[in-house]
């Protein structure tokens, strides 16, 4: 059965863009490995991170994605390693990808570290055209199933503390054209840029707020700032809310269940009229350390 219309798989290619997936995340300041393969380590333990977003529901056939990351610090403390991998689905498109990533870490004063970071993979792009649903049922042009592969090689530069960290990162210097040539090229006006930075208030003994940021630049494609605060109470319980330039309103909700496993919620609303057309965007993350150390950067929120 067709179940796609052209239109709603133009809106999607067209709004959702978001590094080399589509599919973009709002829960990044909780997992920035997901953005920058400097961070690869961070928790100083085994960290495994897991997602699932569904964008627009109750729009047939909108926009989702899952994602699993896991990385670690090795014997050598100065260096990280670090696997991801995603799958999304935006109308006929379904692409998947991978990659592997290492990090070399310096200590600095006061517990800080800086940190590089590279990663290099694959992400397979593929569209059945047969879904769409046409006015003329034997139009050829959408008859067949197109495939590409692309490589995906990124870089990151970042530092971080148990109050604070920023960072920024180029999630892959290639770009594939995939609608067009179909090439892979250097074109640093078609890749993005990411800026990110968060700060850990300590109010009181227990509460303490988290402010952060992120900022997607690209030359060739929309640009946005994602501004948001979080308020942690009692080192567990976490409630935020953050405006996304792009005409979107995003909160969260999470819990700490243990010191090691950690629960969160976001809702994404749009402002746009596309918002009373849908019952919002839903991600849901589960993250999970394998044991960390008492003076390494704070496993629940750095």
Same mark, same amino acid.
């Given at each position: 059965m067709k179940k796609n219309f052209l239109i709603i798989f133009i809106v999607c290619i067209a709004t959702v863009s978001f590094a080399q997936k589509e599919v973009r995340m709002s829960q990044y300041m909780y997992n920035k490995y997901v953005i920058n393969p400097a961070f690869g380590g961070s928790h100083e333990a085994l960290s495994l991170f897991g997602s699932f977003r569904k964008q627009w529901i109750g729009i047939e056939n909108s926009p989702q994605g899952a994602f699993f990351s896991m990385h670690s610090p090795l014997n050598n403390e100065k260096v990280a390693l670090g696997i991801q991998? !995603?799958? /999304? %689905? @935006?109308a006929v498109a379904n692409n998947t990808g991978f990659n592997a990533s $290492? +990090? =070399?870490?310096?200590? &600095? *004063?006061? /517990?800080?570290? &800086? *940190?590089?970071?590279?990663?290099?993979?694959?992400? %397979? $792009?593929k569209s059945n055209w047969s879904d769409v649903a046409l006015v003329d049922p034997v139009d050829e042009a959408f008859g067949n199933t197109e495939q590409s592969m692309a490589p995906w090689l990124g870089f990151g530069v970042g530092v971080y503390h148990n109050k604070y960290f920023a960072g920024f990162s180029i999630p892959s210097f290639l770009f594939h054209d995939r609608f067009g040539t179909g090439d892979n090229s250097l074109d640093f006006a078609s890749i993005d840029y990411l800026l990110t930075a968060g700060y850990l208030f300590q109010l009181s003994s227990g509460f303490s707020i988290q402010p952060s940021s992120l900022i997607r630049i690209n030359g060739s494609q929309k640009s946005y700032v994602d501004m948001g605060c979080t308020g942690v109470l009692m080192n567990a319980l976490m409630i935020g809310v953050s405006y996304r330039t792009t005409n979107e309103v995003v909160g969260i909700l999470g819990y700490q269940v243990t010191p090691q496993f950690r629960f969160t919620y976001s809702l994404d609303y749009d402002i746009d009229p596309i918002g009373s057309y849908n %019952?919002? +965007?839903? /991600?849901? *993350? @589960?993250?999970?350390? !394998?044991? =960390?150390? @008492?003076? +390494?950067?704070?496993?629940? !929120? !750095?």
């Open positions: 991998v !995603f799958s /999304e %689905n @935006i $290492y +990090t =070399y870490r310096i200590k &600095l *004063a006061n /517990e800080a570290n &800086l *940190a590089l970071g590279v990663s290099a993979g694959l992400v %397979n $792009y %019952n919002g +965007t839903h /991600e849901i *993350a @589960i993250q999970f350390d !394998f044991g =960390y150390k @008492i003076n +390494t950067p704070n496993p629940k !929120f !750095f």
